[in-house]
Every structure is written in structure tokens, then in C-alpha cells.
């Protein structure tokens, strides 16, 4: 017989045992619904592997734990940051304690953030940002939320996150990327650099797929622009800025996509004595508190993030449906200062 390994999920013990992960909860935990030859195998299985069951397992199935788990991309953004607000204020309006992990968008950190916050014994965990496209990371994904869900525990989302079956709020970001393409457009702009982050992010293909979506009208495609791909932070804005400027410096608008980025634009702009919006056009995307305070005021897409983060713990307090359940979360263009009719720029 093996030793207890660290680390030995339920999850294992169903793969091995040829079952679904909450039959595997049922047959270890003596709840109904299994017959005995079925549970005994189980526990043969589980006792082979050196499986030890949560003790924890019993506390989150009675809703006895009131921790709740956030789990973010980049604390310091401020998109996460408002999201964590509207998550902090229902948590206390329920007598909850919220511990907040950091993952530093790295897909395989947010991974171990999860199973770390399933050992801290947690009761809820609500995972904010993007969803990864990259089948392991889902894979690997799935199996912990699949594990913590039929030990007894509620996992909510925001933002799309595919294959994973949790209860989500779902920004309008195609709706919102075709808006702020749209918007461009109207004013004449046809030379705009796209400032992206990372293509495996589901929200950024769901933003682009908004951009394209406006751009066909116009008989143009993504691939007629130049997109760069960087960090989806400020840094990662002036890193994209730069090089849209000197390999197309002929651009009229720069669409970044998101404010963090778009900061970053500004920055560099400035930088180069370059007139905004006289010379260049700049947007934005989720509305931030900041970005009707910039010099020029920030035109953006508003995502109502604080109220994303209330609608997803508030889904999380709820029992699991049989179907998990939806929220859309709605866009709004915003029009400031920083955009303007295409006019022949003074830099050139």
C-alpha cells in the first residue's frame, strides 16, 4: 500500500477510481446515492493511493466556513482593485473575511492560488480576471474548482472563463470592443494601432472579436491594423505605444485595451511632444475611477466593475443550481476629451 502523498486530491482518487469527482465525495464521505459495492471500491481505491479525506470537506458542505477567496490578476490594477471593493462590501455585509490572492497573471500561479486557498479552508472562492484559452491551464483549472465544489465549497467568476461551469458575471466585452471601434471610426480614424495584451487571455479575444466586428463594416480587418501584444499594465501600454509609433508612425488613433494600458499611451505621448487628440486619438476600456481625470479626460469603455464584483460573491452565497448561472454585466461608452476628427496631424 502507498503512503499518504502531500498534495493527493479527490480528484485523483475519482480518476483512478473511474468515477465523477462527486460520486467519489459521496462513496468517502458515506452520503446516499451510492451503492456499497460502488463506495467499497472507492475506498479501496483511496486507501491504495494513500488518500487522506479533508477534514474540512464536512464545514463547507454545512456553509459553516465564512471565508471567502478572491482571486486576482494584478492587485495594484485598478480594475481589480474596484472589483475587490464591490467583493469586500457584500463579504461584510455578510459577516465574511475575505483573504486575497495575487497571482502576477501567471495562469499556473492562479492554479496554486486556488489550491492554496482550499487549504486555508475557505468557503467561497470568487475568481476575478479573464479566463485562460490554453487547454492545460482549463484542464488544470477545472479539476480544482470540480474537487472544492463537491467537497461542499461555491466558486463564482467574472469574466469568461470556458469549460469550467461556475456560476459567472460576464462583462460585454465584444459588445464593448465594437462600441469603442465604432466610435473611432465615425471620426474618421482608419490608421489605429491596437494596444493588446496577451491573445491567450478569453478577454482579449472577446475584445478584439468586437474590434473586428466594427471593422468589417468599413471594409477593413484586424489584420489591416497594427496590433502589438504586450503586459496588460501601464508598462505594457508604453511598451506597445513605442513600438506602433516607430513602426507606423503614421497612426491617427492608438485603442488600448484597457485604461492601465492606455495610461501608459498617454505617457508616452507626451513624451514625444505628440498632441493628444490633435495629433493622436487615444481609448481606453473598463472605465477606471482615473480615467475621467487624466489630462485629456480618457475615453473608454465602462464596465460597472464594482457592481461585478457584489453580483459575483452574491452568486457564490447562493446554493449551486443545477445549471450555473449568468449575469451580464453591461458596457457604456464613454466619449472625453482624448478622441477627435481625423485632421492632418502638426507632428508630421
Do not use: W
Not at 467499497?40 to 481505491?45: I, Q
Not at 485604461?259 to 505617457?267: E, Y
Not at 464594482?306 to 459575483?312: H, L, N, S, T
Amino acid at each position: 500500500m502507498r503512503k499518504h502523498t502531500a498534495g493527493l486530491r479527490l480528484v485523483d482518487v475519482a480518476e483512478h477510481a473511474g468515477v465523477s469527482i462527486a460520486t467519489a465525495s459521496r462513496a468517502l464521505s458515506g452520503a446516499s446515492g451510492v451503492s456499497e459495492a460502488l463506495a467499497e471500491r472507492v475506498r479501496a481505491v483511496a486507501a491504495e493511493l494513500g488518500y487522506v479525506a479533508n477534514v474540512h470537506a464536512r464545514s463547507l458542505a454545512s456553509g459553516a466556513s465564512p471565508g471567502v477567496g478572491l482571486v486576482v490578476h494584478e492587485i495594484g490594477d485598478p480594475y481589480f482593485a474596484e472589483i475587490a471593493s464591490g467583493v469586500l462590501e457584500v463579504a461584510g455585509r455578510h459577516g465574511r473575511m475575505v483573504q486575497i490572492c495575487h497571482t502576477g497573471r501567471d495562469p499556473y500561479a492562479e492554479v496554486a492560488q486556488l489550491r492554496a486557498l482550499v487549504n486555508a479552508r475557505v468557503g467561497i472562492i470568487v475568481v476575478a480576471g479573464s479566463g485562460h484559452l490554453d487547454k492545460d491551464v482549463q484542464a488544470r483549472m477545472k479539476a480544482e474548482v470540480g474537487g472544492f465544489e463537491a467537497a461542499g465549497g461555491r466558486v463564482a467568476v467574472i469574466g469568461r472563463h470556458p469549460g469550467l461551469g461556475v456560476d459567472a458575471v460576464v462583462p460585454a466585452n465584444v459588445e464593448g470592443g465594437r462600441a469603442i471601434a465604432r466610435h473611432l471610426l465615425e471620426l474618421g480614424h482608419r490608421r489605429i494601432g491596437v494596444a493588446a495584451g496577451s491573445r491567450r487571455l478569453a478577454t482579449m479575444a472577446d475584445r478584439l472579436a468586437g474590434i473586428s466586428s466594427a471593422l468589417e463594416a468599413y471594409g477593413l480587418t484586424l489584420g489591416d491594423l497594427p496590433l502589438v501584444e504586450a503586459e496588460f499594465t501601464l508598462d505594457g501600454g508604453k511598451e506597445a505605444a513605442r513600438r506602433i509609433l516607430d513602426e507606423h508612425p503614421d497612426v491617427t488613433a492608438i485603442l488600448a485595451l484597457n485604461d492601465d494600458m492606455a495610461v501608459g499611451v498617454l505617457s508616452v505621448l507626451g513624451e514625444r511632444g505628440i498632441a493628444v487628440p490633435g495629433d493622436v486619438s487615444v481609448t481606453g476600456f473598463d472605465d477606471v475611477t482615473v480615467a475621467g481625470h487624466l489630462s485629456p479626460p480618457l475615453t473608454t469603455v465602462h464596465l460597472p466593475m464594482k457592481e461585478m464584483g457584489r453580483q459575483a460573491l452574491e452568486l457564490a452565497l447562493l446554493p449551486r443550481a443545477a445549471r450555473a448561472r449568468r449575469r451580464t454585466a453591461e458596457q457604456k461608452l464613454m466619449v472625453r476629451a482624448s478622441t477627435a476628427e481625423v485632421r492632418a496631424p502638426s507632428r508630421r
